[in-house]
């Protein structure tokens, strides 16, 4: 029986690689792609989501869902994935329609319908940007945090700067009151943040080359619309090589053995800080509730997040590259 996920995303370059990995996983079955704003305005993410389904021969309906945060004001990433969202590639429009329904209420219907009683088989949630439909559909439905089997949340940063701000990572900071009411809804929640598929994880320009020699549509697919991520990695934030953040952690989501090194820590989201907006603090030497000077509702709250710390190279690369075969 194949595993069943839905993915939350703000289709850009890295998500669409991430989108193609679970269509090609062999016993994967995608029920949806949801869209949220972030990377992109959800018309341009609902776009390359649906041109990617189609690339992966695949007919998975995708539903549009909040245009904006919860309360704050949208701010996008074209700067970093190009003007259309897929390193300047302008591919063409997909023919795949989209869903009339709400992303909000397809996640709400899905996850209901799906909810077999045995947690394990339940859908995995993969969320790639911010959580804003999540968090809605957790307002209107907070049942539905008990009857997904694992979440696993791209974004965060584990006690390590930012790449948004010195403090925050992107998705998270986009909208941290959504994701504080993620984070603390209960429900089984897997953090990939955004240093995850730093260092050894990006790839090589060698590592590149091997991929383009794959020859295949879904080998020049992935490499080609990162082009402008790939730049930005490099000359801005000094990166090796190509960085796949959301394919990431859809590659632990996959395959949890793919992670290296994880704890299970109390994490909550900084929303109110002046310089600290979006901040995932982790409390990843158990400190608080341990001493008796803190007395706050902190103090009394169970660790929530499994956080991955790092992958193994060796073994997401050869898992990336079977995917593109």
């Not at 925050?168 to 943040?193: H, K, Q, T």
């Not at 320009?205 to 990695?233: P, R, S, W």
Request: charged letters at 25%; proline letters at 4%.
């Amino acid at each position: 029986m194949k595993r069943k996920i839905i993915i939350d995303s703000d289709t850009a370059s890295d998500d669409a690689v991430a989108i193609l990995m679970a269509h090609r996983f062999p016993d994967v079955e995608v029920l949806a792609v949801t869209i949220v704003s972030g990377n992109m305005r959800v018309e341009d993410g609902s776009r390359n989501a649906r041109y990617t389904i189609e690339l992966c021969g695949a007919q998975t309906p995708v539903y549009v869902g909040c245009a904006r945060p919860l309360l704050r004001e949208p701010v996008h990433a074209y700067w970093y994935h190009g003007a259309d969202g897929m390193g300047g590639m302008n591919y063409s429009e997909p023919k795949l329609p989209e869903q009339d329904k709400h992303a909000v209420d397809a996640l709400i219907d899905l996850v209901r319908a799906h909810n077999v009683g045995a947690i394990h088989e339940s859908p995995l949630l993969v969320t790639l940007g911010p959580l804003t439909n999540i968090a809605a559909a957790l307002i209107r439905a907070p049942e539905i945090a008990k009857m997904i089997s694992r979440c696993v949340v791209m974004g965060g940063a584990a006690n390590v700067v930012g790449n948004v701000t010195p403090a925050a990572e992107y998705n998270i900071w986009c909208d941290p009151e959504a994701a504080r009411a993620v984070f603390r809804s209960g429900m089984n929640l897997e953090m990939v943040g955004w240093e995850v598929g730093r260092g050894d994880a990006a790839l090589t320009e060698k590592e590149i080359a091997d991929v383009y020699a794959l020859n295949t549509a879904y080998a020049k697919f992935a490499m080609d619309c990162n082009v402008h991520a790939l730049q930005l990695a490099k000359n801005w934030q000094g990166d090796p090589g190509m960085t796949l953040h959301d394919p990431t952690a859809m590659a632990i989501a996959l395959d949890p053995t793919v992670s290296k090194r994880s704890g299970r820590y109390r994490v909550d989201v900084e929303t109110r800080g002046e310089l600290t907006r979006g901040m995932t603090v982790v409390d990843e030497r158990h400190t608080v509730g341990t001493q008796k000077i803190f007395t706050d509702e902190w103090a009394v709250r169970e660790k929530n997040v499994l956080v991955h710390h790092e992958l193994d190279a060796r073994r997401w690369k050869e898992l990336l590259y079977n995917c593109f075969k």
